[in-house]
Nanobody, 116 residues
Framework: QEQLVESGGGLVQPGESLRLSCTAS????????MSWHRQAPGHQREFIAS???????NYPDSVKGRFTIFRENAKNTVYLQMNNLKPEDTAVYYC??????????WGQGTPVTVSS
């Protein structure tokens, strides 16, 4: 069964950075766009970044300029570099297969808490 394995979440202070990673099987990673989403307490899950097989990226305004998604093909891994984190970025972050708001496969989620 295909799985996405995420890591990198944790507790950081406002203004700090964090990098999340998501590793997929080679078949998945080299066949599909990948994306990141997040779900804050009491909110719906929201799309925050995607990257196509050719490296084209897409972000909503809420994270544009602070978050960067990139792929490392040799490791079958997609990353989310998050800079200048804010308390409102606190959420569980999920990796997904596909570029839209409803991925065909989800990771297990990794929690990020931004607090002083």
């Amino acid at each position: 069964q295909e799985q996405l394995v995420e890591s990198g979440g944790g507790l950081v202070q406002p203004g700090e950075s964090l990098r999340l990673s998501c590793t997929a099987s080679p078949i998945i990673f080299h066949s599909y766009a990948m994306s990141w989403h997040r779900q804050a307490p009491g909110h719906q899950r929201e799309f925050i970044a995607s990257i196509s097989l050719t490296g084209k990226t897409n972000y909503p305004d809420s994270v544009k300029g602070r978050f960067t998604i990139f792929r490392e093909n040799a490791k079958n891994t997609v990353y989310l570099q998050m800079n200048n984190l804010k308390p409102e970025d606190t959420a569980v972050y999920y990796c997904g297969v596909g570029s839209g708001p409803q991925p065909s496969l989800w990771g297990q989620g990794t929690p990020v808490t931004v607090s002083s």
